[in-house]
């Protein structure tokens, strides 16, 4: 019977519950860090290479020399992408220097290996070199920041969940409810429920759940006050209770 519900022991707290995390809980927390920490990483290596092709760019346009190379290969990468590339190598006072390149399709298919390739090198350095049959464009100097960026948006998506969990065990209310279905999804199955507003009225939820209970059985869902569409069956995944720092 409702009116005798009474909810799981440490959910009846007037106040502010103390919380902690699951196993789930911090894994998810752990691997957002690893991506924050990643899309540091990348913005320093990715801004760093930036700036080293714009400057070689630079160079090359301002103190590229001409010179005739000689193609070793043409062939396509063996990855997804099957990127189409020549090697080709070429000499500068008596040292060879050898490069590989990827080549627009339009002039990878006239390429042969043994023929010739103009290509411009800096003569400070003759390993900045290209082909000057294409461009070589440098990456734009904003990529970096918008990959790093999107890298830190995704970090803080995937804690979207536990930020949730974590008010609702905070501070949300717990109700009787009861299952209503179950759907099955490659990672686990869809808990439907139904469960008791403190005003009596009815509100429907869903939840993922490995092992759930069966239709008909009852359950405890913790829901927003504010917002009754956002609720959880208990117990969550990502927290936990914990005991209170004033408890004996």
């Not at 630079?58 to 020549?86: F, H």
């Not at 003759?126 to 070589?136: F, G, I, L, R, S």
């Not at 507003?197 to 509100?203: E, R, W, Y």
Request: proline share 9%.
């Amino acid at each position: 019977m409702i009116e005798n519900w009474t909810p799981p022991d440490g959910l009846g707290y007037s106040s502010l519950r103390p919380v902690g995390l699951t196993g789930g809980g911090i894994a998810l927390l752990v691997v957002a860090a690893m991506m924050l920490l990643g899309a540091v990483a990348a913005g320093i290596g990715l801004g760093t290479t930036a700036k080293r092709q714009a400057k070689d760019h630079r160079l090359l346009q301002e103190q590229g020399v001409n010179t005739e190379a000689q193609i070793t290969r043409v062939w396509r990468s063996g990855d997804k992408n099957q990127q189409r590339l020549v090697s080709y190598r070429f000499t500068v006072q008596e040292r060879a220097y050898a490069a590989r390149k990827g080549v627009p399709s339009r002039i990878w298919q006239t390429l042969r290996a043994g023929s010739s390739l103009p290509v411009r090198f800096l003569p400070s350095d003759p390993k900045v070199n290209h082909p000057t049959e294409w461009d070589d464009t440098p990456m734009p100097s904003w990529l970096p920041y918008l990959l790093s960026g999107g890298l830190v948006a995704i970090a803080f998506g995937i804690t979207i969940p536990l930020r949730i969990q974590m008010r609702l065990l905070t501070e949300g209310r717990p109700a009787p409810g009861t299952v209503t279905g179950h759907r099955r999804t490659k990672d686990g199955t869809i808990l439907r429920y139904e469960f008791v507003l403190l005003n009596g009225a009815t509100a429907k939820g869903r939840g993922q759940s490995r092992r759930p209970p069966a239709i008909g059985a009852p359950i405890c869902v913790l829901y927003d006050p504010e917002n009754p569409r956002r609720n959880a069956p208990y117990p969550l995944t990502l927290v936990k209770l914990t005991k209170s720092l004033n408890t004996p």
